[in-house]
């Protein structure tokens, strides 16, 4: 191989007197300066409020009647900036201070770097302030309003893109590393996963629908959620781990044919995975098999990544002990090898059936998040704090004590949340001796948690402290900085336009036929070795591994008339009823209430009928949930009267003694903006939603009437008077309510029985 | 007429085979990928992260 930064050839002719064209350069640490302590100030307020709500959980009392207080508005705002603020800032500071070096050269643009900074962290702002106010999309981990997520696409895909694929081509390094692969497979993915997600028809300045319904939805919500676990909480911290790591422990990655093996397998098998979120749902089986069987498959590449970091240390073991960047990575890794065993083992349908919906899953993230990501970042910027501020890292001390108090308030968090799923997935499905519920009631499976929510939230106030401890040395490191950072020139020969690949392996083997050889030669990996030193080229592979997955999965979901059968007795929702819907995705329902019941028999004895994909083709978007920290509601349609609704929503307890359900008093005495019902009409007449042809001008009208029936109603079983109340947001919520899963137990029309589908 | 053909087949040996065939991959690429961290032959590029700070010349794969 010869090019001018490395090649042999140029080595040679350089000493024969020929120019090889040396270039001086600097390294922006400014910019990674920015992205560390905005890491650091969006992880506290992403802990922080994660803390929070975590109490509300064990003292629901803590929303203090306030909308923007609420759990369901406010644990939105915890996921994405725990995700997006804490992790996207993580990711930005590994990305903009290992490519500089492994690329040998300043990032493609500081006008891009600084746009990329300050658009990423006015994204941020943007969500913290539209969550709570309960501008939401109402699909997990996707939560922003249309706005926003043309401001991310923007920034993501396009800033930040251009900046990362312009410095990799003005690189002066040959071959890009191990670590740089990952980064193009997440910013990659993500834009295809952000873009195909958010497709939404605008019905306001801050409200949208999904252009996807039901069952479709739900995929394509899934495919997109676990793929940001993938593509945005994995792949880019497996960079981190394959430059900071080796990095860290001064020795190179233990085996990079390794890593090749697992940045292949992992980028390929991960997008297949995302329906075993669906387990038992109304989504096609063969679908939810798919999903399960690529995410047993995904263990293979997760523990290769795994052992390929904890062998990196081989030789340098002793050091772990004293030096906490390496602790931080040793547990992150090995909190790696753990979720990625207990991720594919949840994904089994028969633990599935267990864990889903209840605190395993909630415990298996956790660990996830806090033990991965957390101490991955955590590791990475105390080895960035003394070469970033250009001084000693303040207190070795204080690092280590960080790190035994955040793994103490993460296996406490873990365990806890371990045993709270368990416990409640056993007490849902129990039965007594006469073949009824153990537990009928829902709330004793609740009540039976707090304990659990407990220790909860001690571990995560451990987790918290930890981060202040950080805090404390990131600030006291800064302070002792020198006056002016040094900004030392470096010196590389550019990079020589024409690629001259080193000569391939010739496969040295004797007796072996000629298909042996070949293979021989094939996993020497030289064809590999030139796509390394390709970045585009690279790039499209990687878009190829991810597309055939997606389209495998998306295109039978779509074509296949089988897939979304229709129910003749299933109608679109009136006009009051969407509102009262658009109130149920605004409050974050979605977090503690699936409408989604599986077909086992402990859950038609508990909730009815199990849900059929048919009842979901108008609901745009679908709001099947995955957590029930309170019960699955698509059956909850006429099971109880309007004013129990009502009295519930005022306080909860009231009704049901010993509920955690944060009040909803607002609700109650709140106008309804009744204008805006043509508004959302049109906007699901546009998405095919099967309206009549006045239904927008009557919308407003019909709206009105059926708010008035219902209050008379409420006023009938002993509420307050109708006048008083009939223009209440409550009431559309109560006429959502009363309306889901009904559909089916209507009669038919004439001769439209159910539509059996084809198969 | 193709429905009536598979649900007469006795496909229940296929489970087994594909996961001997999962385990026999699974094994081979875990022997060759540990096995060949230890050739040498990668040494050069995993060098990467280890040798930025001072950029030298003929430091490449072809330098070897």
């Given at each position: 191989m010869s090019d001018s930064t490395n090649g042999a050839a140029n080595g040679a002719s350089s000493t024969n007197g020929s120019a090889v064209v040396m270039e001086k350069f600097t390294y922006d640490d400014a910019i990674v300066r920015k992205f560390m302590i905005a890491t650091f100030l969006w992880g506290l307020i992403a802990f922080l409020a994660g803390l929070f709500i975590a109490a509300q959980l064990a003292?629901?009392?803590?929303?203090?009647?306030?909308p923007w207080l609420t759990f369901g508005r406010l644990r939105p705002l915890h996921t994405n900036a725990a995700i997006f603020a804490f992790g996207g800032n993580a990711i930005f500071t590994a990305v903009y201070y290992s490519v500089q070096r492994l690329c040998r050269a300043?990032?493609?643009?500081d006008l891009l770097s600084n746009l990329h900074f300050w658009g990423w962290q006015a994204i941020i702002v943007a969500a913290a302030v539209t969550l709570p106010l309960g501008y939401?999309?109402?699909?997990?981990?996707?939560?922003?309003?249309w706005p926003i997520d043309i401001a991310i696409a923007v920034v993501w895909a396009g800033i930040f893109g251009a900046n990362l694929l312009g410095t990799l081509i003005k690189r002066r390094e040959r071959h890009i590393y191990v670590a740089i692969w990952f980064y193009i497979a997440s910013w990659l993915t993500v834009c295809v996963l952000h873009i195909f997600n958010s497709l939404v028809v605008v019905a306001g300045p801050l409200k949208s629908y999904s252009v996807y319904a039901g069952v479709q939805d739900a995929f394509i919500q899934w495919w997109y959620g676990h793929n940001a676990v993938a593509f945005f909480l994995t792949t880019p911290f497996l960079g981190m781990m394959y430059y900071f790591l080796p990095k860290a422990a001064n020795r190179p990655v233990f085996s990079y044919k390794l890593s090749i093996v697992h940045f292949w397998s992992l980028v390929f098998i991960y997008i297949?995975?995302?329906?075993?979120?669906?387990?038992?749902?109304?989504?096609p089986a063969w679908a939810s098999t798919l999903g399960m069987l690529f995410s047993v498959m995904l263990w293979m590449p997760s523990w290769g990544g795994m052992i390929n970091g904890l062998l990196t240390l081989r030789g340098a073991w002793h050091r772990v002990a004293t030096d906490p960047v390496l602790k931080f990575f040793v547990v992150g890794i090995t909190f790696y090898g753990m979720s990625t065993f207990e991720g594919p083992m949840l994904s089994v349908k028969s633990v599935n059936a267990l864990s889903?919906?209840?605190?395993w899953t909630i415990g298996h993230v956790h660990a996830g998040t806090l033990g991965w990501n957390g101490f991955m970042t955590f590791g990475m910027i105390y080895f960035l704090l003394p070469r970033l501020f250009q001084t000693n890292l303040w207190s070795v001390r204080l690092a280590t004590a960080h790190f035994w108090v955040g793994m103490l308030g993460i296996i406490m968090y873990w365990l806890s949340m371990y045993g709270a799923g368990v416990t409640q997935g056993l007490m849902w499905r129990a039965f007594d001796e006469t073949g009824?519920?153990?537990?009928?009631?829902?709330v004793e499976t609740v009540t039976r948690l707090i304990p659990m929510y407990w220790i909860r939230f001690a571990g995560g106030g451990l987790f918290v402290l930890g981060v202040l401890f950080m805090g404390v040395n990131m600030l006291m490191t800064w302070l002792s900085r020198p006056p002016k950072y040094d900004e030392p020139v470096h010196e590389a020969p550019k990079l020589d336009p024409v690629y001259k690949p080193a000569p391939a392996y010739r496969s040295d083997l004797e007796n072996v036929v000629g298909l042996g050889r070949k293979f021989d030669e094939f996993t020497h990996l030289g064809w590999h070795r030139k796509w390394e030193a390709r970045p585009v080229k690279f790039t499209v592979w990687v878009l190829v591994a991810v597309a055939v997955a997606s389209l495998f999965e998306a295109i039978p979901t779509w074509l296949v008339e089988a897939n979304r059968p229709t129910i003749a007795t299933v109608k679109p929702y009136t006009p009051l009823e969407l509102l009262g819907r658009d109130i149920y995705v605004a409050e974050g329902c979605y977090v503690c209430h699936s409408q989604m019941v599986r077909p086992m028999r402990h859950e038609t004895e508990r909730y009815g009928e199990y849900s059929k994909p048919g009842e979901f083709v108008y609901d745009h978007p679908f709001q099947w949930g995955s957590r029930r920290i309170g019960p699955d509601l698509h059956r909850i349609g006429g099971a109880r009267n309007h004013l129990w609704h009502w009295q519930h929503f005022e306080n909860p307890r009231q009704i049901s003694a010993g509920s955690i359900m944060p009040g909803y008093p607002w609700l109650l005495e709140q106008d309804l903006d009744f204008g805006q019902a043509a508004s959302r009409v049109r906007a699901m007449s546009f998405l095919g939603v099967p309206y009549d042809a006045d239904a927008v001008l009557t919308a407003e009208d019909l709206a009105r009437a059926q708010a008035s029936q219902i209050a008379e109603e409420i006023t009938i079983q002993g509420g307050p008077d109708a006048e008083s109340i009939e223009t209440k947001k409550a009431l559309a919520l109560i006429a959502y309510l009363q309306r889901l899963g009904t559909d089916i137990m209507a009669a038919p029309d004439a001769e439209d029985a159910e539509q059996e589908p084809e198969d | 007429m193709l429905r009536d053909v598979v649900s007469s087949l006795d496909l229940s040996v296929y489970p087994t085979i594909a996961m001997v065939l999962f385990i026999a991959v699974f094994c081979v690429v875990s022997f060759r990928a540990i096995r060949a961290g230890k050739t040498g032959e990668h040494d050069q590029v995993a060098q990467l992260p280890l040798r930025e700070d001072v950029p030298e010349l003929g430091s490449g794969e072809a330098a070897r």
């Open positions: 003292l629901p009392a803590l929303n203090f009647d306030i300043r990032m493609y643009s939401t999309q109402g699909k997990e981990y996707a939560e922003l309003e297949w995975a995302g329906p075993h979120h669906l387990h038992y749902t109304s989504l889903h919906y209840t605190d009824s519920l153990a537990y009928p009631d829902f | -």
